[in-house]
């Protein structure tokens, strides 16, 4: 039995808004060893089905259309923010100035320098913060991470990290608040390459140095509708309006170990759907893994008899797998990872300690994507320096 209850108000229903709020309701009923029970006390959206939804379907307390209104209640311990990136800066400063708890989704803001005010303004309020960075929590990730700081693939000499997806391959995916770069931030950068590059630090340690480019390839889409997200379809005769941020970004790292890194993102490729894939080689050994087959990890060894790579299964001997599945090559998915990340973010709020990954990590990887915008200007290497506020 647990006794801790943590409020969660729940800032955007849309997507990631619902994921987080289906996973803080189960995590009762998938981690056995919690020390707390999440209650959904608020959601706010200004959708009006999206907050009957949130009472009716997911039994949140009590919605509301002003976001304000649901960080001040008082039942509430922890603000979840799920809404567009240009809404990250004032919820989250709002939240942590009244003294809340403060996951992000990522990457925190839509530009670097919102990041850095974000994190600056958490941490002087000294709330735990948690960002969505969830592919950390893949339970193969977390194997691989273990192979390598174990020395299994010896010592490390390249990484290969891309996030190639189609949900703007077509010219008639609508012009989503993704789109632009005064509502999302950057592009491609901001929303996938994020992920990537985040991944790669947690799995071969910093980045020093960086050289990148970016492009749009469609520059016009048509207007949006009412709650239409970047999953829907226009018509060709529909008005249109302009795309204002990246639609590939492609860059080349040097890594603090001395390793080599190449990166690519697209949200407008034809072929890979939503492949959030990384490769890293080593002098002893090589692994590779695919969120699309996400059950999955690619390892080579060079000990092994046989040569080629070895499809390695998940299974509940690997971290968190055995709480959704029992056995082997019984496959968790998507929402899954989230639930993980909650159940491990409010776990630290429960004990009072810093989450990974929070705010200080997200911040890394805005100050790795600075350091890539300037060399998008220069057309040069540029290092990475960190952008944390003082
Ligand atoms: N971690 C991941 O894998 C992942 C995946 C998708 C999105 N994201 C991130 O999650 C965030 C949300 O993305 P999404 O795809 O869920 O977006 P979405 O467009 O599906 O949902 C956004 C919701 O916010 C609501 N909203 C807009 N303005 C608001 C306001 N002023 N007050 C309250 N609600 C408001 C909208 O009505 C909508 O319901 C983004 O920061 C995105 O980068 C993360």
Known sequence: MTSERIGVAVLGFGWMGQAHSRSYARIPMIFADRTYDPRLVVCADTLESRRVEAVESFGFETAVADWQEAIVHPGVDVVCICAPNMLHE???KAAA??????FCEKPVGGTPEETARVEKACRDAGVITGVGYNYRFAPLVQYAKKLIGSGELGTITNYRGRFFSMYGADPLGLLSWRFKIDQAGHGASTDILSHSMDLAMMLNGPITRVVGTGETFIRERPLPKEGGTHYDRGHPDDPTGEV?????????AVFANGSRGTFEASRAIIGPESQMAFDIYGTEGALGWN?????ELQLFLTGDTATGYTTVRAGDRLPY???FVPGDANSIGFEDLVTIEDYEYLSAVAAGRKHVAGFDEALEWVSVQAALMRSWESGQWEDVVS????
Do not use: P, Q, S
């Open 90 to 92: 004032e919820m989250a």
């Open 97 to 102: 100035g009244a003294g809340k708890h403060v």
């Open 244 to 252: 204002t941020n990246e639609d590939y970004f492609g860059a080349l």
């Open 291 to 295: 969120l699309e087959t996400m059950n």
């Open 321 to 323: 797998h055995g709480n």
């Open 387 to 390: 952008i944390r506020e003082d």
